[in-house]
Each structure stands twice: as structure tokens, then as C-alpha cells.
């Protein structure tokens, strides 16, 4: 049985500058790239829209333009390159696809069951939106999910939102342990 990191959306556009932003979201490097040496596979998703996703407020969805595929927004923050990945999965390719878990209308559980993944310690950005769907599907589809609290950010849109997804994922059936805790093994 092996052990997964999955990291999701660690992109230019989640990080300081980018075109939705979330504060901290480049401070997750170091954590990610220790477990990354650590675990059996290392797997990543992106973000990665068409130009006229529904999420979009250009098409009257509620995010700002981002993560338009093949643009540098959409590209892995640096700190990516450090890392090996055994596949990238790209989510909210189609126009109408909510692409917030990385397990949606994706090969994500296919590639995760094929290299005899058990557990899977999930980590990126954002806490409250795509890293909270895919921590869920990732416990419905039988995995043992752990949380990673210091290699996550969150959104915010309100107040609040990054402690309420932590406790749905826990609701879920995942558990939360920091990146010290599991690279002590004891978690
Ligand atoms: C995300 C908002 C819109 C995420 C993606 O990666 O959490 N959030 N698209
Ligand atoms: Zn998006």
C-alpha cells in the first residue's frame, strides 16, 4: 500500500500577485516540497480554465479571470519545479465544469488506485474551495485523508470560511495534522 501527497492548484494565480491571490500562498513551499520526499507519489492538479469558464465575472460567475489554460497565471508556482510528479491532473477544463475537485470528470482516483495508494496527505491552495472538494471526494472514494494544516491557505471571501472547510473535511472523514507531526511519523 502506498502513501500519496496530492497537491492541489499550486499555481501563479493562487499566489501573492496572481490574479486570485490568497495571502500566504506561496508560504506552503517548504512544507510540501518535505513531504514531497517522503511519500510514495506525489500527484498535482491545476487549475486550468477556458477563457470563458462560468466561474468567471466576465461570464457572471463569481471569481476574477483565472487560471486560463497555456497562460502564466495558470503555469505551477515555482517552488513546483523542485518537485517530482508522477501526473498532473488538470480540473475545470470544460466551460461549465465547477473544477473544484480534483477528482472531477479526472483520471485523479484511477491514477491514485493504479499505484496502490491508500492513504493520501492532501496540501495546496485554497482551503476553502478546491482543496476542500477534493479532500471530500477523496474520503467518498475510500482513501484515508489527512489534511495538512500548514501546507494549506485559504481564500476568505468571509471570515472564517478556512476554519468552516477544515471541520467539513474532518466531517468527512479526514484528519488534520501539520507537516511536522507526519514527517515525525507520528501521525
Ligand atoms: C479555486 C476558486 C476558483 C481553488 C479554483 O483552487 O481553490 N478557487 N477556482
Ligand atoms: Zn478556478
Not at 514531497?36 to 487549475?47: F, G, I, K, P
Not at 476574477?64 to 515555482?78: E, I, K, L, S, Y
Not at 491514477?111 to 474551495?129: F, K, N, P, Q
Request: hydrophobic share 40%; proline share 4%.
Amino acid at each position: 500500500m502506498a502513501r500519496a501527497l496530492l497537491i492541489i492548484d499550486f499555481q501563479n494565480d493562487f499566489t501573492p500577485g496572481g490574479a486570485l491571490a490568497v495571502a500566504g500562498g506561496d508560504q506552503i513551499a517548504e512544507p510540501i516540497k518535505r513531504l514531497a520526499d517522503r511519500v510514495d507519489v506525489v500527484v498535482a492538479t491545476r487549475d486550468w480554465h477556458p477563457p470563458d469558464h462560468a466561474s468567471f465575472e466576465t461570464e457572471g460567475g463569481p471569481w476574477p479571470v483565472h487560471c486560463v489554460r497555456d497562460t502564466p497565471g495558470a503555469q505551477f508556482h515555482p517552488a513546483m519545479d523542485e518537485i517530482a510528479l508522477e501526473a498532473v491532473v488538470d480540473v475545470g477544463r470544460a466551460r461549465d465544469d465547477e473544477g473544484y475537485s480534483g477528482f472531477e470528470n479526472s483520471d485523479l482516483a484511477r491514477i491514485m488506485r493504479d499505484r496502490d495508494v491508500s492513504e493520501v496527505y492532501v496540501c495546496g491552495l485554497a482551503t476553502d474551495y478546491c482543496v476542500r472538494a477534493s479532500a471530500i471526494d477523496a474520503c467518498s472514494e475510500g482513501f484515508e485523508v489527512t489534511v495538512v494544516s500548514d501546507a494549506i491557505r485559504a481564500v476568505e471571501v468571509s471570515e472564517g470560511d478556512g476554519d468552516r472547510a477544515i471541520e467539513e473535511m474532518r466531517a468527512a472523514g479526514a484528519s488534520v495534522a501539520d507537516s511536522a507531526e507526519l514527517l515525525a511519523g507520528t501521525r
